[in-house]
């Protein structure tokens, strides 16, 4: 299993922007790489935001366009978040994991959800990224995120809407991915889980204001 090799880097050491902090991941030749892009998306949004929102790793359009939540996932959080009163700008949104992970299908990419080695291995990266922007609050979007921020499996439909102790003590949100939404097949199911999925937002909007 990878195991994140950084963990007990000295604080003088640590990165102190975000550029630096991008810069240094690229450079990184023990990077899961197989079933990977090699392109690194980082995040996007303010150097310091009052909320962090964290999915699980950039999909295909993502990839292409190099920014993070800009495919179908990105458009329905989008959505969300405006009925939440949340400003997207003023937000930093990421990844758990920094590349897209897939496998080719003919002419398509499909999506593989990364393991936990692979979420490990992007932790210490995630951290740095927090200590930087330095949320209120920070958002895990699915079980992935969670993970990462929590540091242990869980149960996303038991502990959404609740506000957890991250692994450094910061307070996470656990809400569902916006993809688990879109592949909801009934419009009435879809728009039951799109209501609760608002209201989270609108938790983390409660939390900061
Ligand atoms: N899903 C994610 O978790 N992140 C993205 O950036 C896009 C889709």
Not at 24 to 38: G, I, M, V
Not at 134 to 158: E, F, H
Not at 180 to 191: A, E, S, V, Y
């Amino acid at each position: 299993m990878l195991i994140d090799s950084r963990r007990d880097e000295p604080a003088a050491n640590l990165p102190t922007s975000l550029d630096q902090l991008y810069a240094l991941l690229e450079q990184q030749t023990d990077a899961p790489r197989e079933k990977f892009s090699e392109r690194l998306i980082r995040g996007t949004g303010p150097d310091h935001a009052d909320i962090m929102i964290i999915g699980e790793q950039p999909g295909d359009q993502e990839d292409l366009q190099g920014k993070p939540f800009v495919g179908p996932a990105g458009q329905l959080l989008d959505r969300a978040l405006e009925q939440a009163h949340i400003d997207r700008q003023q937000t930093f949104l990421t990844n758990a994991v920094k590349r897209f992970k897939y496998s080719q299908r003919g002419k398509r990419r499909i999506h593989e959800t990364p393991n936990v080695g692979e979420i490990n291995y992007y932790r210490w990266w995630v951290e740095q990224e927090i200590r930087l922007v330095n949320p209120r609050l920070v958002v895990a979007l699915g079980a992935t995120a969670a993970r990462c921020l929590t540091g242990k499996a869980v149960t996303i439909s038991r502990h959404r809407g609740e506000i957890l102790p991250g692994a450094d003590g910061r307070s996470v949100l656990i809400t569902v991915h916006p993809s688990f939404l879109l592949r909801i097949p009934d419009k009435q199911g879809r728009q039951v889980e799109y209501a609760k999925f608002v209201r989270d937002l609108q938790l983390a909007k409660d939390f900061v204001r």
